[in-house]
């Protein structure tokens, strides 16, 4: 990918394949940045594990994206490793830009006419303090009903289509009545980077009258304000994907989600 500074890549990384939902947004948004994109997959699933487990990946992999590639801003695609580790790794890198990604909720809000919003996320997502100060900052202006949802993004990284559509099916019946009349959930925040992959799935079971909201494009969006500077190429930028898993489940997900034949390299931090 070059030295020039200007030519420097984006870093972005989840726990696996979810945050290729975040990448898609960003190719779209910044289609002449190049990226590296970290799926630290043999230490999947982020979301139901500590601070500890957490923090540590995500230093790590800050480290080796700064280290190895010189990377000008990093996204974490992951709302798990967000709400755990932001703070960490601005403090421990001032001078990098880092953007996080956590649920959509304020863009819920302003959807939202039953003011009645689901909330789908990992256990560690809706149990940490980042969450709750959200969820307090929005008090009165809707009811959230947020769902811990234990082993949904497993079975997503592992393509286990049986198992999604169970999850769903089982976590959507506990979250209550979907449907745009009173006392109906209208507006469904998928909020871990896995779920978008599931959105076929969600709507079938939820209806097509219930708006699923991810957090692609505000997040691609807030990266393209915090560059302080854009490619000044006028070519399609390049992706590297690397993965602390199998090569093939990443480059087959790449494919599929994004149409992204680009190539995986294997990482061992
Ligand atoms: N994709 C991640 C998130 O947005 C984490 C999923 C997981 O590893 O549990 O929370």
Redesign the pocket.
């Known amino acids: 990918m070059g030295s020039d500074p200007h030519s420097s890549p984006i870093g972005v990384f989840?726990?696996?394949i979810?945050?290729l939902s975040i990448l898609r947004a960003l190719r779209a948004e910044l289609p002449h940045e190049n990226f590296v994109y970290v799926a630290d997959s043999a230490h999947?699933?982020?979301?139901?594990r500590d601070d500890a487990h957490v923090i540590g990946r995500s230093r790590a992999i800050t480290q080796q994206l700064l280290a190895a590639y010189g990377i000008k801003a990093l996204v974490i695609?992951?709302?798990?490793?967000t709400a755990a580790a932001i703070q960490v790794l601005r403090e421990e890198h001032p001078a990098l830009a880092i953007i996080g990604?956590e649920p959509a909720l304020k863009p819920a809000v302003a959807l939202s006419q039953t003011r009645r919003i689901g909330v789908m996320?990992?256990r560690?997502?809706l149990g940490r303090a980042k969450f709750r100060t959200l969820v307090d900052s929005l008090a009165g202006q809707a009811d959230f009903i947020c769902q811990p949802c234990d082993g949904l993004?497993?079975a997503i990284?592992h393509q286990d289509t049986t198992k999604i559509i169970a999850l769903c099916a089982h976590y959507t019946g506990a979250m209550g009545q979907f449907g745009i009349n009173d006392g109906g959930i209208d507006t469904l925040v998928l909020?871990?980077?896995?779920y978008p992959f599931a959105s076929v799935h969600l709507t079938q079971l939820v209806g097509p009258t219930v708006r699923l909201v991810d957090t692609g494009e505000p997040v691609a969006r807030q990266t393209r304000r915090k560059l302080k500077t854009l490619s000044p190429s006028e070519v399609a930028g390049q992706c590297l994907l690397l993965t602390t898993g199998e090569r093939a489940s990443l480059q087959r997900a790449a494919h599929h989600w994004l149409g992204l034949a680009c190539p995986v390299e294997s990482l061992s931090i």
């Open positions: 989840d726990s696996g979810g945050g999947a699933p982020y979301g139901e695609a992951c709302n798990t490793a990604v996320a990992t560690g997502t993004a497993d990284e909020g871990c980077t896995h």
